[in-house]
Structure formats: C-alpha cells, structure tokens
C-alpha cells in the first residue's frame, strides 16, 4: 500500500479569483504584509500497487484523468510506502 | 519576502464527501486500486517579513483568522525565504 500526496495549482498565467477574494479578507483582517494568495487543491489517497514505479503511475493517471484540468492547472505528487 | 506554503486537510474524523465524490468517480474511470480519497487545499502566499520567525507568526495568524476551519480541519504550513 502507498500514500500518495498530490498538489494541483492554478497556473500563474492564470488569475486566481479565489486568491484575491481570499488576498481581500486577509487585508481587511489588518495583515496588509501578506500578498500573491494563491489557492489550489490538496490530495491524500492510498494506492494498492507492487512498486513504486507502478504507484507513480497510478497516481499519475488519476491526476491526468480526473483530479488535474491540465489546461489551466499544473500537479504534482509524491507516492511513499505506507 | 517570504514565501509560505499551506496545507489544510479535514481532520480525519470528520467525513469527506468531496473525496467519497472523487473516489467514486475514480473507481468508475476503472481505476479500482485508488482508495481513501481525502481533498484539502493548498496556499501559496506571499510574506513581507523581517525574519523567520515573524513570518512564521503571519503565516500561523492568517491561517487561524481565515483560511482554516479549526473545529473541522488542520493546518500545517512552511516558510522559506524567496
């Protein structure tokens, strides 16, 4: 069994609306020395592979098929055994 | 400036039905060894800071006032010097 840890991030061509909204609170909260907000998505999930190799690639395909719109956002993981 | 990266996941006791949505729609692609599907977010963000540990002090301030739910989720962040 392996865990793998996956980061989705918006690209930074892209605007991040959620980031600014987010930029907007914090500033109005009275942190005005905190700037760039950036919002992406956090992954967990546990892989049933025999290898390394085959759980970077499983967890590869998931990001490519359904957890990544490759488009407008970059990933990238780390698979270790559990 | 300092650059601050931000991990917030759902405690473990609480149920994630975004990742049971996501799990679901992984197993339907046919890819039946992914399981325990858990989604967070990630932030990036920006520091204007004098040091380590003042950064540090921002990062874990602005996580508490707006970007984690601390009665559902925890948080973890790091720090380093852009």
Known sequence: MYKATITITL?????????KAV?????TLGMTNVGNVRIGKFVQLDIDAADDAEASRIA?????KILANQVMEDYSFTVAKA
């Open 11 to 19: 690209r930074t061509s892209i605007l991040d609306v959620q980031g």
């Open 60 to 64: 590869d395909e998931t990001c490519r």
């Open 23 to 27: 930029e907007h609170g914090i500033h």
